[in-house]
């Protein structure tokens, strides 16, 4: 009698000891997938980062553009300001102006969600030749971003 209940006793050490290995297991399992998962969502918040990075950038030039365009047909594109919405994007940019020995300093700044990027141009702007040419002649002497 007494070989039977140590047989019973070990039995039930073995299942104890395999519940508690599984336990183990399942908790270290669970703590890898959470890590997984933060490291997951900070490549994501990275990629979105980098991609609302380059599209304020490639705004802000887009303002400068639109602005040498104004420009040339003989207006003012001080406070010039866009809202421009492509794809799943949506940003805008504002312009400013400023002269600089005879120079005109343009300014564009694009904001898409939480990135801002700025981007300049330094131009000068020669009046139209004659009244058959009103078009002022622009030169681009730098351009910066």
């Not at 140590?6 to 508690?20: D, M």
């Not at 047909?73 to 809202?83: I, Q, V």
């Amino acid at each position: 009698m007494a070989k039977k209940v140590e047989i019973l006793t070990r039995n039930h050490a073995r299942r104890g000891s395999a519940a508690v290995v599984a336990l183990v297991s399942l908790s270290l399992l669970v703590c890898m997938g959470t890590v997984l998962a933060r490291l997951m969502k900070i490549e994501a918040d990275a990629t979105q980062n980098f991609r609302e990075g380059i599209a304020a950038q490639s705004i802000a030039e887009a303002g400068l553009r639109r602005a040498i365009v104004v420009l040339y047909n003989n207006g003012n594109p001080h406070g010039l300001a866009e809202t421009i919405r492509r794809q799943s994007l949506v940003g805008q940019y504002r312009l400013s102006t400023s002269a600089e020995a005879g120079l005109l300093r343009l300014r564009s700044v694009g904001n898409v969600g939480a990135a801002r990027r700025t981007a300049s141009v330094l131009v000068r702007v020669t009046p139209g030749a004659s009244a058959e040419e009103p078009q002022p002649e622009l030169t681009i002497l730098s351009w910066s971003n």
